[in-house]
Nanobody
């Protein structure tokens, strides 16, 4: 059974940084893509970032470009999201997901989802 477990969320002041981690287990991820989504209270879930497992392809939502960086550690089956220059509008529950391709994650098509880790950015 596939498991995605996120960690690293918390409370941070605007302008601060957080690093989210997602540990994957239950399958061989060498040919799958990983990504991050977020859902703020009262809003639809939205794509944040995605990466092919080779690391050669990465996508970002326009709202996080230049501030967030997605990376992966194949040996650890772990994907990270480094979030810098955080803004109050980044407040949301962040979910890790895995899918067939980063391009599919970009449009919300994922096979498995994690439970999420909350991020709160205070002004």
């Amino acid at each position: 059974q596939v498991q995605l477990v996120e960690s690293g969320g918390g409370l941070v002041q605007a302008g601060g940084s957080l690093r989210l981690s997602c540990a994957a287990s239950g399958r061989t991820f060498s040919s799958y893509a990983m990504g991050w989504f977020r859902q703020a209270p009262g809003k639809e879930r939205e794509f944040v970032a995605g990466i092919s497992w080779s690391g050669g392809v990465r996508y970002y939502a326009d709202s996080v470009k230049g501030r967030f960086t997605i990376s992966g550690d194949n040996a650890q089956n772990t994907v990270y999201l480094q979030m810098n220059s955080l803004k109050p509008e980044d407040t949301a529950v962040y979910h890790c997901a895995t899918g067939d391709a980063a391009s599919k994650l970009r449009v919300g098509v994922a096979n498995y989802w994690g439970q999420g880790t909350p991020v709160t950015v205070s002004s």
